[in-house]
C-alpha cells in the first residue's frame, strides 16, 4: 500500500500525528474485532466480507507502524491479542457483522477524508488517500451483498419534484409553531443515516452489556441502550410524522450468551469511539437542516453524547485503559522544570 519512492522528507505535523494515531488506533481495535467474527460466520458471502476488512485493518497497522518506526514516533500499545478471546462463544448473528462494517466504514470515512486535505507529507496524503479509497470500495462491497441478501433497508422514498421552486416566506425555518413545512430530502436523508447508525449501535451495546465483566461498565452500556432507544425514537417519529418510514432494530441478531470475547476496555473504547462519530454525523445534521425543532432535538442530543464519552473517559482514565494521544508542550511546566 505504502510507495517508498514518495516524498518522505519534513517532521510529522500535529495534524499527520493526530490523524495517524487514532488511524492505528482504531485498526488494532478492528483487528481484534474482525478476527472474532471469523470464528463464527456460517455464511461464506459474509465471511469473504469480513476477512477483507480485516486484511485491510492488518495492512493500515502494518503501514502506519513502518512509518512511525521510520520517523521514531513511539509506536501506540492500541489493542492486542490480550483484548480479544476468539475461543468466546457466538455472540452476533452473521447479518449483524455486515450492518457493523456499514457503520465502522462510516465512521473510518470521515476520519480519512478529513486528512487528506491537511497532511503536508506527500507519503502520508497518498496513504491516506490509498486506504480512503479501500474503505469505498469495502463500503460498496457491503452494500452490494445487503441489497443481494434483501438485508439493505432504502432510504425512504418522496416524490419527484415537478419544477424548479424557490423559498418565499420565513416561516420555512418554523418547527415549533404555525405552518410548519414537510421535511425536505437533506433532512430525511441524517435522520435516516442517524437511525441506521443508532440501531446498529443500540445492536452492539446490548451485546456487550450482556458480557461486560464489572457491574460498572455493564451498567454504563445499559444507559448507552437507553439513550439510543430515545433517540431512534425521536428521529423515527419525525419521519413518522410524513408517514415515511424507519430503519427497523438489530436487536434480534444478538445472541443471549454472557462470555465476553473482548475485554472491557476494547469495549469501552469501542464506545468511545462509535459516539464520536454520531456526535460527528450529528454536526453534519445540523449544518443541512432548516427546521428549528429538529434543530433543538439534534442540539440536545448533542450535548447527551457528548456527557456520555465524557464518563466513558472518565473510566477509562480511572481504570489506566486511556493511552494519550500526541500533545503540545506546556510551555509553563517546562519553565517550572
Known sequence: MMDNTKNVNGKLTSAEMGKLWTTYTGNTLSKCVLSYYLQHI??????????????????????????????????PIGFTDEDVNLTAPRLFL?????????????????????AIPIMTREDIREFFINIFNSTVNLITEINDLLIAKGLYIKPPQIPTPEKVDFIRKQNYLNGFFGNI???????????????????????????FSQVAKTEEIQKFFLRGVEMTNKQIEAYAQQL???NLPSHPLLDDLVSISTIS?????????????????????????????????????????????????????????????????????????????
Not at 413545512?181 to 451485546?207: C, M, Q
Not at 432535538?297 to 481504570?319: K, P, R, S
Request: with cysteine; charged share 30%; hydrophobic share 40%.
Open 181 to 207: 413545512r414537510s421535511l425536505h430530502a437533506l433532512e430525511i436523508t441524517h435522520l435516516y443515516d442517524n437511525i441506521e447508525n443508532n440501531v446498529t449501535s443500540r445492536a452492539l451495546l446490548i451485546g
Open 42 to 75: 456460517d455464511d461464506q458471502d459474509i465471511k469473504k466480507v469480513v476477512e477483507n476488512a480485516l486484511n485491510l485493518s492488518e495492512k493500515i497497522v502494518e503501514n502506519i507502524k513502518e512509518i512511525f518506526m521510520k520517523d521514531n514516533f513511539p509506536i
Open 240 to 242: 413518522h410524522k410524513e
Open 94 to 114: 452473521d447479518d449483524f457483522y455486515l450492518h457493523y462494517l456499514k457503520y465502522t466504514c462510516k465512521a473510518g470515512m470521515s476520519i480519512y477524508s478529513i
Open 261 to 337: 470475547p473482548f475485554s472491557d476496555k476494547l469495549m469501552l473504547w469501542h464506545k468511545i469511539e462509535m459516539f464520536s462519530m454520531r456526535i460527528r454525523s450529528i454536526a453534519n445534521a445540523i449544518s443541512l437542516n432548516g427546521r428549528k425543532d429538529i434543530a433543538k432535538m439534534y442540539t440536545e442530543f448533542h450535548l447527551d453524547i457528548g456527557l456520555y464519552v465524557e464518563d466513558a473517559a472518565n473510566i477509562m482514565i480511572d481504570h489506566g485503559w486511556m493511552e494519550q494521544p500526541p500533545k503540545a508542550i506546556n510551555r509553563e511546566d517546562l519553565a517550572k522544570g
